[in-house]
């Protein structure tokens, strides 16, 4: 052996492992591979990972790259704790000014427009301390604000420093009407464009006309060169989704979108659940949501090139996707759009997710471009009866894990001896039990007493709450199978209710009914329905600041467009197969928070020919919420027809006494 390999040895254990190994791989390599992965979730297969090395390793070699994991691990999450330290911010103002710009735009958001982030794009939380899924920051020279919508008016001043930082409302005080304001002319303000979409970023250009600045894209996000020990970009493995979950092949998926691309030789795929869906993959690059981070030029003649880390993609997952699928790097992409562009071609792009880089690349390189919808959305939304099919397998299996759980909480709750985090355990559990489990959908919301009116409250060891008497308790929670993802909220009284919590709660309720009763023609949008949920509460003088309803993917998704229920202006028709989610709510600050929700798929009415809901969630209703009054005869036979179809279906699944309790509090109203 030479001298200079001995050493290098000696140095390095991982390198004697590898020559031992035969495998063909330096260590850097490795130890890059290593970190990549430790910075993804670990998921329910810890170990699958492995899965992508170059052999199978001996066991001394899996026992050292499992160490070197579960170090990265713990640096990454000591990391990931860490205060979002005034430094941080005096950091990032001195980079500015050496570049010469006045203020910067440090959104929520990665290339790819997501609810889920990796680690090394959560920079609004390294920079701020805020980690909702959604919000946006200016850093100006003298002053910074951080905008976030009305799920997180509460959350915002608990995380962040409000010396720093002014907490605004985004709909109330837009940042671009601020921006706009604090700018003098002349100003420069940067912002990355791989973070912006066109159409996103269009408020900001605007803003910064008006005001006589400038409006910068930069080549590096400056917010990264003083991050420091900022993780890598994760690594997981990704996954066949099996013809049995999906319900149509992904070369037939290809044709069919190719083929409505109409006269554009292109589409860019910029949306990774568009690309899981196309190609019938998943992944594990981010919490709760089973994707690989990629990119995808689909062509008219339904081949496509996969911008991944190929590293992700064994052989067994390319046999999967086929010679029409070319696994390319991701830094090939610009090469590949500049290509595009040097021939002309017509490339359809998504101006509400595409990177403004892609769009940019393309213009100045001579592609036509065509704004459109990602075709895959309305497709990949309209699920197949196979998937329908495994959707309400999905929801039978969840429910008996809630119910035994709200068993659980009915016995113990009034004990006092849960507390937030105990209960959400608990809960998840009973989840892990059922067929098909591949983890939570999103972080429960465990909401006890006034942390139930944070309408995104998320539990730590600091905040964590005993469920006790006399207060209201709201879970919101929800799984991922292979066969269908679920979401459900259930409020539920520990002791006996307030007559102003029954009137509120009752009020929700008679809004979910209203929603999930609703019968309408072709043709309408989510828009024209969010007035039904909220009738009720109106009547009262009462409302809630967020959505009534969002899409929810097939093993994709909790959160899925273009499909929602809101105030706002919506065009998008809700169609046969669509799932969203029915979920009014009322929230009394500093109190309690009442929500409940159910998913609902679109269907046909035979008798009129209209569109209405079937409601696929199966959990019971707590009926010490309910003012009987208050609720009319139709509205009665709905929940306890509701009530009975909820044990019929679970009451198989259940325990003896777990179904006796279960036959109690679904017995008519």
Not at 119 to 137: C, E, Q, V
Not at 361 to 375: F, K, Q, S
Request: proline share 7%; aromatic share 6%; glycine share 8%.
């Amino acid at each position: 052996m030479a001298k200079g390999l001995q050493t290098r040895e000696a140095a390095d254990p991982l390198a004697r492992l590898l020559d031992e190994a035969g495998m063909a791989a330096a260590p850097d390599e490795i130890h890059a591979l290593v970190r990549g992965v430790a910075a993804a979730p670990p998921g329910i297969e810890p170990e699958a990972w492995l899965g992508l090395l170059p052999s199978p390793p001996a066991p001394a070699l899996k026992e050292t790259l499992l160490a070197l994991e579960a170090e990265a691990r713990v640096a990454f999450a000591a990391e990931r704790h860490a205060a979002a330290t005034p430094e941080r911010l005096a950091a990032l103002r001195a980079e500015l000014a050496s570049l010469r710009l006045d203020g910067f735009l440090v959104p929520r958001a990665d290339e790819h427009q997501g609810e889920y982030v990796p680690r090394a794009a959560n920079r609004l939380a390294w920079l701020t301390g805020f980690t909702g899924s959604a919000g946006l920051a200016i850093v100006l020279k003298e002053k910074a604000a951080i905008f976030v919508d009305g799920r997180y008016t509460l959350q915002v001043r608990e995380q962040v420093a409000t010396d720093r930082f002014t907490p605004l409302h985004l709909t109330e005080d837009p940042p671009h009407a601020w921006l706009k304001a604090a700018l003098k002319p002349g100003a420069r303000i940067g912002f990355d464009p791989w973070l912006f979409t066109p159409s996103g970023l269009k408020p900001f250009a605007r803003a910064c006309k008006e005001a006589g600045a400038a409006l910068v894209p930069g080549a590096a996000n400056p917010v990264d060169r003083v991050w420091q020990d900022r993780p890598p970009s994760p690594i997981s493995p990704v996954r066949v989704h099996d013809l049995c979950f999906a319900g149509e092949a992904g070369e037939a998926k290809r044709k069919r979108i190719a083929a409505a691309l109409d006269d554009a030789d292109a589409v860019f795929l910029s949306q990774p659940d568009s690309i899981a869906w196309l190609l019938n993959v998943r992944g594990g690059d981010l919490s709760h949501t089973p994707l690989p981070l990629s990119f995808a030029l689909l062509y008219a003649d339904a081949s496509l090139d996969w911008f991944i880390d190929p590293r992700k993609v064994n052989a067994e997952t390319k046999a999967h996707l086929g010679p029409g699928v070319r696994v390319r790097e991701r830094t090939a992409l610009l090469e590949t759009l500049g290509g595009l562009g040097g021939r002309q071609r017509t490339v359809l792009l998504d101006p509400a997710t595409t990177p403004v880089a892609v769009d940019a690349a393309l213009r100045e390189r001579g592609a036509v471009i065509r704004n459109g919808m990602d075709p895959c959305a309305l497709p990949k939304a309209c699920k197949n009866e196979t998937e329908l099919a495994g959707m309400r397998a999905a929801h039978r299996r969840d429910g008996a894990a809630l119910t035994r759980f709200l068993a659980l909480l009915d016995r113990e709750g009034p004990k006092g001896g849960l507390t937030e985090i105990s209960a959400a355990d608990a809960l998840e559990g009973f989840r892990r039990e059922n067929e098909h489990f591949r983890g939570l959908s999103f972080p429960t919301i465990s909401g006890a007493g006034a942390h139930g009116a944070i309408v995104h409250y998320r539990v730590t060891p600091e905040t964590d709450a005993r469920i006790a008497p006399d207060l209201l308790y709201l879970v919101d929670s929800g799984a991922q199978y292979l066969d269908g993802t679920t979401d459900v909220t259930r409020t539920v009284a520990i002791g006996a209710p307030t007559a102003e919590q029954r009137d509120r709660f009752t009020r929700v309720l008679k809004g979910h009914i209203a929603l999930a009763r609703a019968r309408f023609p072709e043709g309408t949008a989510g828009s024209q329905l969010d007035a039904l949920a909220r009738a009720a509460l109106w009547e009262g003088g009462l409302d809630y600041d967020h959505g009534t309803g969002h899409g929810v993917g097939s093993y994709l998704g909790v959160h899925e467009g273009p499909q929602r229920i809101s105030k706002r202006a919506d065009s998008v028709a809700l169609r046969p197969g669509m799932i969203l989610s029915d979920e009014p709510g009322y929230y009394e600050t500093d109190a309690y928070g009442i929500r409940i929700e159910s998913l609902v798929v679109v269907r046909r009415e035979k008798s009129p020919p209209v569109l209405g809901f079937e409601v696929l969630t199966l959990a019971p209703i707590d009926r010490a919420l309910i003012e009987k009054n208050l609720l009319d005869e139709e509205e009665t036979a709905w929940l306890d027809a509701y009530h009975r179809r909820v044990f019929e279906a679970l009451s198989p699944l259940l325990d003896a006494s777990t179904k006796a309790w279960l036959q109690s509090v679904t017995a008519p109203l």
